[in-house]
């Protein structure tokens, strides 16, 4: 292992992991990834069947059990928030899923002051390029397998 790094990540999560890939594109530039999670085994079946989402969710092998300050709006309850607790973080936890979210909320963001390259239009290629769905029509998926 190298003494210096260009870059240091902190978390292996999917915006790390992400972050890591385009950078360590250029074999110039040291990398490290720093991850407090557990590896991804290969042999965790509740990982790799998408049933197992159901067995995952609060268990600490699996989920870091953050949990909310009190919600006001929730009457003073407090909401669990899901965190995965391995390499790929809550997107492995959630096998891999990923949601684009409501259109009209990039066009509300868009419409604050600096933030008019949020759109949904100008959001739109970055997703279409990152899955790879099967999907076809205008707003599918780049990937064909």
């Known amino acids: 292992m190298t003494d210096s790094f260009d870059h240091v990540i902190i978390g ?13 594109a250029d074999p110039a530039r040291r990398v490290l990834v720093l991850e407090s999670g557990r590896p991804d085994y290969s042999w965790d079946v509740l990982m790799r069947m998408p049933a197992g989402i159901a067995f995952t969710r609060g268990v600490s092998f699996y989920d870091w059990r953050y949990r909310s300050e009190p919600e006001p709006g929730l009457r003073g309850r407090r909401m669990n928030l899901p965190a995965g607790r391995m390499l ?20 509300g963001w868009a419409a604050l002051p600096g933030m008019q390259n949020w759109g949904y239009a100008n959001v739109l290629p970055y997703f279409k390029r990152m899955e790879d769905a099967e999907v ?3 707003c599918g998926g780049a990937g064909v397998r």
């Open 12 to 24: 292996g999560g999917s915006a790390g992991s992400a972050l890591a890939n385009r950078l360590s």
């Open 88 to 107: 790929g973080g809550t997107s492995n936890l959630y096998g891999m899923l990923y949601q684009r979210g409501n259109p009209l909320d990039y066009e």
């Open 136 to 138: 076809g029509g205008r």
